[in-house]
């Protein structure tokens, strides 16, 4: 992991080689005209008839016309390509935490100092096996984690933070402990304290250190926002949502 980027989930030619086809066809024409001793005018049949009638009218309305008239596109009636919907600002990028190569198991960093209040965002990538905490777009805390299995999958999506428990133990799985539990599915899968260590898995929970989820847990609301991609990557600048 480098400290600018996270895991989180880029005509000229075309445009030069039509003035050279058209440079091309045009001298292509001049010569063949120079050559080619049969007129426009000649080549093309006249109805005499048609043009004195042409003439008459013309004479009477005062408008000059012709029998056929050059096809001409108005861009100014061309739609612009409508812009991108500005960033929420509270949202963008603005830090990333200085940690230098991959986050091991059991391992975690927190940074908070001076850093305004803010939306809580934090997001999971299941391939990275590494959670990101933001507020207000600067990232403040980052773990490796726990994750499911083939049987038990962590889901992918964006959900919000449903309810917090600070005690709680799992009635599905023999009362294991799961300390500072803030659940994302009304199944049961949620953020919450846990032994994180290597060729360990969860039943599709998001398993962090119990000294980082307490932090998390402190801060937390409900509704804030929990995004969980597989090696989608977003940096500085970037709109985390």
Known sequence: MTPMIKWIGG??????????????????????????STSLETAIPVDEAAIASADSNDAADGQTRFVSEPVVQDIS???????????????????????????KYGEWHWDDEG???????????????????????????AAAV???TDEHPTPLGTFPIRYKMRHNVSEKYD????????????????????EVENGYA????????????AKI?????????????????????????
């Open 11 to 36: 005509g000229t030619a075309a445009l030069l080689l039509a003035i050279g086809g058209a440079t091309l066809a045009n001298g292509l024409m001049a010569e063949e005209a120079a050559t080619d």
């Open 77 to 103: 009636a061309a739609k612009p390509e409508p812009k991108p919907e500005p960033k929420d600002d509270k949202f963008v990028i603005k830090r990333i935490l200085p940690i230098t190569g991959p986050i």
């Open 115 to 141: 850093i305004a209040d803010g939306p809580l965002v934090m997001t999971v990538d299941l391939d990275a096996r590494v959670i990101s905490v933001f507020q207000g777009g600067y990232e403040i805390g």
């Open 146 to 148: 726990l994750l499911g």
């Open 175 to 194: 009362n294991a402990p799961m300390p500072y539990s803030m659940f994302l599915t009304s199944d049961g899968v949620a953020l919450h304290g846990s």
């Open 202 to 213: 969860s039943h599709g929970c998001v398993g962090m250190p119990d000294e980082f989820a």
């Open 217 to 241: 847990f402190a801060i937390a609301r409900k509704g804030d926002k929990v995004i969980i991609t597989r090696g989608k990557r977003i940096g500085m600048g970037d709109s985390i949502i």
